[in-house]
């Protein structure tokens, strides 16, 4: 029994035992679970020193990745504004120098260690001083680098400036050297390849002193060809495309974080941190031809260039049929003529003024589609060129004279540009209602500044009824021109609208965004709006057609391909300014005013392609000019020049020359020596080894001579000479 | 195990690393393959680990020698549209004394539109 008791009692010790160590386990894992929470509690409240942090693990540093900027492309691709670093090149000239002055250091305190210790003294080496007159020497044979590569300067000014900086004290006399010198700014690569090479700068920053500081610049190979609708960002100054696209073309910067490695020293990428890579900026493909920017560029320079009176001229080409500028032209000189001719403003869309003469084509237009003139041959009463409340045209009594009439057709008024005839019909046509002739004015979209890729068109001024400009003879006066001013664009815009059949187009200067060729966006042509029908169109055209050919415009008349058209020619509002106290806003007290000139029309004149304007602007003068000359010469250089390179007007020939084709003239007698003249060679060959002869031959082509001659007696075995050509 | 015991453990094992017979003592013998296949282990990570820095070294380099490319391409393609265009060549044709001038007259073209 009492044995049977013990080994109850051990089961029951051994159950206890099981409980006691589960418990114990589970205890410990709790208590496991308590101190990891305490470790990691403890870790996020304790923090390392930097400077110990920064001895242990080499301290990664974000790098930034500039995006490249797109570029601004002309219509057949290419460039015209690209990025690429340029660099401005500095010199460390104090480079070395305590180096140099340490050593001599040195050995003079080693010389006076021997001294105080009654050794013998050696005399001084005097090594820092030499090492210092050899970099001065390599200082001069830099010099003459930068001198052939940077004229500017020569080579004893660079040298002066490069030791003048090595030695240049402060105004406390402290040696403190200049260890920033510029030595050239916007250098490209291969200029920056050859600096890296040059004496002195091919030992690096640290011992040849050479500081290189890259930035992006924005290359335009075409210089200042359409300058002013290309732009630019410069700080505050935002202009042209690259500002108004700058959404598209600017890019996304990228970053990365990067480490040193333990071995050779370069910074490598971080792999364990976050990457993100730079995004290009879009290319923008503008719809500007730079053959038609070049010719319309160089065509106004001429005219600006022969006359030191004129101080800005515009050019606009437009196609008839989308609205696309083809070309932009902005010249003008500065205040003075003596300054450069350069595209310094948008003047095409920022010059809002009353524009003359061309304008009476819009009068015109509206007379026609309303009915009032249902034909131009349609006649009205000179009356001396007079109508009531305006002034006298004298241009009307000539005609009278000339031609002892007195009557005049539409045709003819618009031919001459009379004042009176325009001014006659807007009164007797819209005098009881002139908001009917405005109300034309503001669907030619003449009265509004519509939406364009650059931003800065000027919003036009119109005196129409009811405004605080509106008088009793602002109808007639806007009928030719004056009292309503707008853009020269507006203007371009307008005769386009006549050029395309009442259909006037939207003018636009973008026509895609780009990635790598491909494109993302499309800009197509837009309506701006129907101003009138296609009989009224033609009608006009024929006008306009009639003033090239026996007008004001007659200059044009000889232009490689007919043009239609209308000259302008306006006085200027001058500024108070200008004025200097004279109450004539088109005079100042020297009687002296501001000019402009315009053609503006379409060519050819029966199918029309293109519109084109041209306007110059005359500083301020007694004399006059008109847009019958300077722009229509222009004009007429651009559409000789355009008629000879757009390909419309390329004739086509089926064939340039007739070939007749080789063939064999006289058969293979027996015995006899076979005419190979006119064969190609391999025929030859088979004919002559066919006759049993031998060959030889020599040059390419058909077969020229030969030797023995055809038809002289052959020899077996003969050899037969081909000269071939 | 009581803190006597534990000197006890420490002081042989000193004496031990002393005579050179530690490993022998902790009978290491057994774990032998174990031990050379952890210094295999670190001996590889420490390998690709370089090499690794090396490749983006190389990476890095490249990159920029690619990019020097990309800019002299930029520059060299501005220079070619600079010298292209109608004016430039006109204006070297002058230059150079040849009398050939823009066209002045449509090209001739062959076959059919």
Redesign the interface.
Known sequence: MKKGAEIKDTVGNRDRIHVVMTFLSLAFLALSAAILIWIVRIQNGFHVKEKYMDLFTPAPVLHTEIPERGRILATDG??LA????QYDIFMDCTVRKQEFRGIDERERSRLKKLASEGKPVPEAKKAGEAAERLWQKKADSLSWTLAALFPEKTAAQYYDEIIQGRFRKNKAGKEIGNGHLTIHKNV???VLNLLKKAPLFREGKYRGGIVVEPHEER?Y???S?ARRVIGYIKDTLRIGLEANFDYELHGTAGHEWRRM????R????E?DSTLVKAKDGNDIRTTLN??FQ??A??ALRRQIADDDGIRAGIAIIMEVETGAIRAMVNLSRGKTPETTVWERENLALRQVGEQGSVMKTVTLLSLVEDGYVRSLEQTIPTNNGFVPNYRQDVHILDYQRETGRREISVKHGFEISSNYVFTYLAEKYYGEHPQAMFDHIYAYRLGEAFDFDIDGLATPVVNRPGTPGWSKTTLGTTAYGYGMSVTPLHVATFYNGIAGKGRMMKPYLVESVEKDGVVLKRYKPAVLNNICSRATADTVTRALAAVVNDGTAARLKAAKLPVAGKTGTAQVVLSPEERGGSQDPYHDMGGRKKNQGTFVGFFPADQPKYTILVTVYSYLSRESFYGGTKPALAVREIV??I?????T????????GHVPAMACTAESEAGRVPNLKGLGLKDALYLAEAAGMRCSYSGAGHVAAQSPEAGSKRKEGETLTLTLK | MSGKEIWTAVRNSLRALRKGEFLLRIRADKLYLHILYLFVLAWLTIMVS?K???T??R???NKAALE?LK??H??K???L??IQ???ATEKRLQEMGSELR????????????
Do not use: C
């Open positions: 290419r460039p690209i990025s690429a670093p490209n690569l291969d290359i190979p075409y210089d060809l490695t333990d071995g050779d370069q910074y490598i990428r792999l730079v053959d070049d010719i560029d160089k000789d020049q008629y000879a390179i757009d390909g007007w390329d004739s086509r020939v089926a064939f340039i | 370089l690794v820095d090396k983006l070294t990476e890095g380099q020097q800019i002299h930029a520059e393609e501005a220079d549209v600079r265009s109608a004016s823009r066209p002045v007259q449509p090209a001739k073209r062959t076959g059919k539109k």
